[in-house]
């Protein structure tokens, strides 16, 4: 291992300044010759010989500000744990792995779990300093305990009508103001009693309660859930095309014909390390796909156009699904463009579409089912079965 220190250093900072820091960052705070930091992060600093900036605003043009010193002994600040929605991530993307190093700080999630007693490695934690509170709704159900940092103070009373509005209004708040510093202060109340002193920085601990069930974790959530204009792949259906989607960690899903974008949504919300491309020619239906995947709390891509000339240039898929507008020429591009082991999974409802696939079929390979559902329905003064249309999936690998 070479002794030579790299050029960028990134040290996190607690809400207690140099008192908490290790000797390490201390140290590298005494040797560095530019700090860039927030002017929260600045105000914290012990005296120092470097040349300090405050990171501008937007935090996007600090990055190039930042790069411009590589030579230099070189701070970062950041806070807390840098890797954890923080910008650490951002900051070494483009950097060898020689050019950089991190000296953390305790996160906010360990001091927060610390405070309340929680066990951390069972508590989902969230980052919604910058993002929709719906991050939340998969995991809103009566008695699940949850961690998120919030923008600042008024976005806990935000926070607080939002799980109302949601049906989670017998929900716990704790507020974690400033955590590890002098200033550090945690607070228990209801929803309809949020204080209006809340300092930043602030998180909260979250114990779920209220009338609704909460979102289900299983494939083929109800259809009420989505937003549609009658274009949805309805609840089983939709079952059994994620268990033929089979997502595994780290894929990337290709949903031609999105929409409601049930299928999309349904894939993400299988696990944080998925990833989704949902292509759809109705305008009015790709707006509408993109407010579902918001409410839902997904980060869902959502591209307007026609299949398949709008497939060009789109990062490649690991699995894709065919939900509408089945063609020969989607079916050829498919197979003459995307790499080999791609899987496929089609959904056919139209006659043509059935030909289509069954052709494909016998010359491919995979495995083609026919699904055929009926419902009970009223029938004068009794029951009857009310068949909906078959649809063949034809499910293989390109």
């Not at 939709?238 to 999105?258: M, N, V, Y």
Request: proline share 7%; glycine share 12%.
């Amino acid at each position: 291992m070479s002794d030579v220190l790299p050029w960028l250093t990134i040290v996190g900072l607690g809400e207690d300044g140099p008192d908490g820091l290790s000797p390490a960052s201390l140290r590298a705070l005494h040797e560095a010759e530019i700090i860039m930091g927030a002017a929260r992060h600045v105000a914290l600093l012990p005296d120092v010989s470097a040349q300090v900036i405050t990171w501008p605003v937007p935090f996007s043009d600090g990055v190039p500000v930042l790069m411009s010193h590589k030579g230099k002994r070189v701070v970062a600040l950041a806070s807390g744990d840098p890797f954890w929605h923080g910008a650490g991530s951002v900051l070494v993307k483009d950097l060898t792995a020689d050019e950089w190093r991190t000296l953390p700080a305790p996160g906010t999630m360990s001091l927060a779990a610390a405070a309340l007693g929680w066990p951390l490695e069972k508590t989902p934690t969230f980052g919604l300093h910058a993002a929709p509170f719906a991050r939340l709704s998969p995991h809103l159900h009566n008695g699940v305990l949850l961690l998120a940092t919030l923008r600042d103070g008024n976005a806990v009373g935000e926070l607080a009508d939002w799980l109302t509005q949601a049906g989670f209004a017998q929900s716990t708040l704790h507020i974690l103001e400033a955590l590890g510093g002098p200033r550090q202060r945690v607070r228990t109340c209801s929803l309809n009693a949020v204080p209006d002193d809340i300092q930043h920085p602030v998180c909260v601990g979250l114990e779920v309660g209220g009338t609704e069930l909460g979102m289900p974790l299983a494939s083929g959530r109800p259809d009420a859930l989505f937003e549609n204009d009658g274009q949805i792949t309805k609840r089983p259906v939709r079952a059994l095309t994620l268990s033929a989607l089979a997502p595994r960690a780290g894929e990337h899903l290709w949903d031609i014909g999105g929409g409601s974008g049930s299928i999309a949504i349904e894939w993400l919300l299988s696990g944080s390390q998925l990833s989704a491309t949902t292509i759809e020619i109705n305008e009015t239906r790709a707006m509408r796909i993109a407010e579902n995947a918001q409410n839902l709390g997904v980060d869902l891509t959502v591209v307007t156009g026609a299949a398949p000339a709008v497939l060009e240039g789109l990062p490649h898929p690991d699995v894709v699904f065919i939900g509408g507008g089945i063609s020969e020429e989607m079916l050829d591009w498919l197979w003459s463009n995307l790499g080999h082991g791609t899987r496929l999974v089609a959904n056919g409802v139209t006659l043509e579409a059935e030909i289509l696939l069954a052709q494909w079929h016998a010359a491919k390979g995979g495995g083609l089912m026919r699904i055929e559902l009926s419902e009970s329905k009223p029938l004068g003064r009794k029951r009857g079965w009310k068949a909906s249309y078959p649809i063949v999936q034809w499910s293989t690998k390109l």
